[in-house]
């Protein structure tokens, strides 16, 4: 069972180093649990398709928060300092169109 894993490796170097490298790896990544209250089938949807996709529910759920994070990050990174203490100060309507209202503030702007 020991050789058919290192098997892979052309040298026993080689894959002491594998080996050292997926242990640190391990090391600095700290999993915890989380209980989240999701609707029973989006729950079945999602498994389904984790499976399809040969990834775990929790990997695919992973991915999507540090996706959104990133972009989050992003945008923030992008806004001058002076209109970060902006955010969340006004709260607008979950159905607004940003893009249909600028066009008919521009429209109303130039039919003056």
Do not use: D, Y
């Amino acid at each position: 069972m020991k050789e058919e894993a290192f098997s892979k490796f052309s040298s026993p170097r080689e894959s002491k180093t594998e080996i050292t490298r997926i242990l640190e790896i391990n090391i600095r990544v700290m999993k915890t649990k989380l209980t989240l209250t999701i609707e029973k089938s989006v729950i079945e949807k999602a498994k389904e398709f984790a499976g399809n996709s040969g990834k775990s529910l929790s990997e695919m759920v992973e991915r999507f928060l540090e996706k959104e994070i990133s972009e989050a990050e992003l945008q923030q990174a992008n806004i001058p300092e002076e209109f970060k203490g902006l955010f969340g100060s006004v709260n607008l309507p979950a159905e607004l169109n940003e893009k249909e209202a600028i066009r008919e503030i521009l429209s109303q702007k130039h039919a003056e």
